[in-house]
């Protein structure tokens, strides 16, 4: 009987935790090695800081037999970015057998972001190995991004996630019929608080303060630079108006440093004492150590874990802008942006919760009708008799027309998009319309 090894895939010091969790729990099965693939998914790999030199990391070290590259094993290429060619992955499952001393080992694999590479590369080079996956965030919530080669779809057994949205269930991978385990809160818990007791130097912050997150959106395309810096702004004045003048901002481990710049000088005139992050580290951690008195944010998963977890308060703001900024529709970020806007209290005291009742399944289907058209009802019945002012914005109305769906463009009307004659009329008032401004 050849031996049988685990390979587990991780980009963050969250997914770390995460997978730790599990296996404190029993919830992955016996294996004769487990390995970490550390994989590092910035911009510019060579200048941040690896997963595995984190501070936080070393606690976590020990569940593992051996910490792996993924990024060493395919430089000089990016991890996001590259994936074998179809004829080529015999090949590169030799190289890594090879690179890695796996032999005829029995491998299986636990990913994160099965939609995407790294995730998708590594599973195409293990040809028949089985796969868990383990939710990043609020994203497993959501739809599958785009539709997956069922050979790597059906090798799915389950999607396993924390329980940060209690009644929630997370709709990636159901079109395989994946089932949804959820793992232990205490076992998660737990984990995080190995990392609080490590001798490592990890940041301390004074207690009862206001944690603003950041989340350096500008990197994906979703805000300008100067857009993003406005919205950390905003959070500040909302938590100095709330009466905290004691500020602490956890920027994202690879924002520019002018966001920092701008809070000090922004929190100097308002009276506030700030100070910023400039160790990489859980904000999680943070939560457990400093006990914030008000965590703020747009729409990081921080705030469900700060909420569920911990019973911090928190508040959210920008999610509005966030939601007309996100394009495609498709994009992934949607459902965690409504999930933020919907269940967390604005930090302007403007907006009230809304029930989730079928929210996230006809999002699943405006988003994804392809690969979800059985969630049509759902979406029809939600759309028919759920939509508000205060729902409105999570949709927009050329998608529900293009899905003949309630709430788009009224049924006398509904022939236009469809009919080539007022379409060609439109393309020619358009161009009409350029020519008289130039």
Not at 174 to 188: I, K, S
Not at 201 to 220: H, V, W
Not at 304 to 313: D, H, L, M, V
Not at 363 to 391: C, K, N
């Amino acid at each position: 009987m050849p031996r049988t090894t685990q390979l587990y895939v991780a980009s963050t010091l969250y997914g770390v935790a995460t997978i730790a969790a599990g296996l404190d729990a029993d919830v992955f099965p016996a294996a004769d090695r487990r390995l970490l693939l550390v994989c590092n998914n910035a911009n510019a790999p060579e200048v941040t800081t690896p997963l595995d030199e984190m501070p936080g990391f070393a606690p976590l070290r020990g569940r593992f037999d051996g910490v792996l590259s993924w990024n060493d094993a395919i430089s000089p290429f990016h991890p996001s970015t590259w994936a074998p060619r179809a004829d080529d992955t015999v090949l590169f499952e030799r190289y890594l057998r090879l690179l890695w001393d796996l032999g005829d080992d029995r491998i299986e694999i636990v990913l994160e972001s099965i939609q995407v590479n790294p995730a998708q590369a590594i599973a195409s080079c293990f040809t028949g190995a089985p796969v868990d996956v383990y939710a990043d965030g609020l994203m497993t919530y959501g739809p599958t991004r785009n539709k997956i080669d069922p050979l790597i779809g059906t090798r799915v057994r389950r999607v396993l996630h924390l329980d940060l949205i209690p009644g929630q269930l997370p709709l990636l991978l159901t079109e395989f019929g994946v089932p949804a385990q959820t793992l232990p809160t205490d076992a998660f818990l737990k984990v995080l608080g190995e990392i609080d007791d490590t001798d490592e130097e990890l940041p301390r912050i004074p207690a009862n303060s206001a944690l603003l997150l950041g989340q350096y959106l500008s990197a994906l395309d979703i805000l300008t630079v100067d857009e993003e810096e406005n919205l950390h702004l905003r959070m500040l004045r909302g938590a100095v108006k709330q009466g905290h003048t004691s500020v602490v901002f956890k920027p994202h481990p690879t924002a520019p440093a002018r966001y920092s710049k701008a809070l000090e000088a922004e929190a100097a005139k308002l009276g506030a004492e700030l100070l910023v992050l400039d160790t990489p580290v859980l904000a999680e951690v943070l939560f457990a150590t400093a006990e914030p008195a008000l965590v703020v944010g747009c729409f990081s998963t921080a705030l469900f874990t700060a909420k569920e977890f911990y019973g911090i308060p928190v508040a959210r703001t920008g999610t509005q802008l966030v939601l007309d900024r996100l394009t495609p529709f498709q994009n992934s970020n949607r459902v965690p942006v409504i999930l933020a806007d919907a269940l967390l209290p604005d930090l302007d005291g403007k907006d009230t919760p809304v029930p989730l009742d079928d929210l996230i399944e006809t999002m699943g289907f405006v988003m994804q009708a392809q690969i979800y058209p059985h969630l049509r009802a759902t979406a029809e019945r939600y759309l028919s008799t759920r939509l508000t002012p205060r729902t409105q914005r999570y949709f927009r109305r050329r998608r529900l027309t293009a899905l003949g769906l309630p709430g788009g463009i009224p049924a006398r009307l509904a022939f236009i998009p469809r009919n080539s004659t007022a379409r060609r009329v439109v393309r020619r008032a358009r161009a009409l319309k350029k020519s008289v401004k130039k």
